[in-house]
Nanobody, 115 residues
């Protein structure tokens, strides 16, 4: 069983930055995809960004040019650098990893952006 542990959430003012980390309990080499989702109160969980095993990235339109996803294979960790944060980015952020046919989720970390 794979465990994903997120960290780095918190309270920040609009325009500020946060870096989320997602540490996996084993090597992330075998994951087909790693990504971040978020869920705001009263809304459905939505994809924020993902990175494939080949390093290709994809971002939701709402975060393009503000968020950057990367991973450090040696540390078994993926990162989400979030810049120019907006109040609408407020949500619980979840790390996700896929190794077909399995999908793994972290417990989530709260990000709150004040105006």
């Amino acid at each position: 069983q794979v465990q994903l542990v997120e960290s780095g959430g918190g309270l920040v003012q609009a325009g500020g930055s946060l870096r989320l980390s997602c540490a996996a309990s084993r090597s992330i080499f075998s994951f087909n995809v790693m990504g971040w989702y978020r869920q705001a109160p009263g809304k459905q969980r939505e994809l924020v960004a993902y990175i494939t095993s080949s390093g290709a990235t994809n971002y939701a339109d709402s975060v393009k040019c503000r968020f950057t996803l990367s991973r450090d294979n040696a540390k078994n960790t993926a990162y989400l650098q979030m810049d120019s944060l907006k109040p609408e980015d407020t949500a619980v952020y979840y790390c996700n990893a896929k190794q077909i046919p399995s999908i793994y989720w972290g417990q989530g970390t709260q990000v709150t952006v004040s105006s």
